[in-house]
């Protein structure tokens, strides 16, 4: 029968399987022969083994895998729900740039959610939706205080398996709570099978909010890395300059200090977002300054 992998630990791994029971599981050793390991989120065929003190199985395969992050490790994500406050604290704009790079170089869409809108003027809001919605992202304003937009972020989770990243402070858990208020499979349920409280391990886990519906909460962070990628190639994580690169003068313009620059010239019209491309030429100064090294 198939399942999906919502945690491993200590050499076992808890598998919501179809028929709605989790089954503690071992892992066949041909997977450490080919140097696979299994992954919260990973696709299985398991089989079931009598054991009279719980649900057991071993994991047969791990069928194939559409994507893996390394920070969380979890595999087959469908999309990214990035939560940052719209005020208390101010949004780190350059912080959310550099998430919506990484998840870009794994092909991973990225819904923005903007937390506590009810700090904010309406005004202060569309500015956020108009940038981010530029960029090609989904653009989500809530109020988890007033229990506001709490059904538009359900309704886009459904049917995926999604994982909830942003910075400390932001309501991110508050949401989370939000989120599973309405838990068709209870997460305590799952919690007592595992013999561990979600709260009391930094091991990934995998949320059933409802069938085929999972989530993954991670914890916050303060600071991003970009990694696997070249100076020259920045750019085109930036999606609202790609349709005005082509009317730049030079070939390989970077955008930055060539004349006859479209891209500036957008800038400059009112075209383009001046925090994301004053957001981009730090992390151009940033990747270039490494590449010396």
Known sequence: MQGKIIRGIGGFYYVHA???????????GIFRKVKIKPLPGDNVVISRVQDE?????????????????IRPAVANVDQALV????????????????????????????IICFNKTDLITKEDGAELIRTYEACGNTVCMISVAEQTGIEEIQRLLD????????PSGVGKS???NALQSEVRMEVGDISRKIERGRHTTRHTELICLRKDTYFLDTPGFSSLYLTGIAYEELWNYFPEF?????????????????PDCAVKEALEAGRISRSRYENYVLLAQELKSARKY
Request: charged share 25%; glycine share 8%; with cysteine.
């Open 242 to 258: 790609v349709q005005y690169e082509p009317y730049c003068r030079f070939q390989g313009c970077m955008h930055i200090s060539e």
């Open 83 to 110: 939560v940052f406050a719209a005020a208390s604290p101010k949004p780190n704009m350059n912080l959310l740039d550099r998430f919506l790079i990484m998840m870009e170089q794994q092909g991973i869409p990225v």
């Open 159 to 166: 049917g995926k398996t999604t994982v909830v990243a942003g």
């Open 53 to 69: 003190e719980k649900i057991a199985g071993n994991v047969e395969e791990i069928l194939p895998r559409r994507n893996v992050l």
């Open 18 to 28: 179809e028929d709605g029971e989790i089954y503690e599981c071992r892992a066949k």
């Open 174 to 176: 508050s949401l989370t």
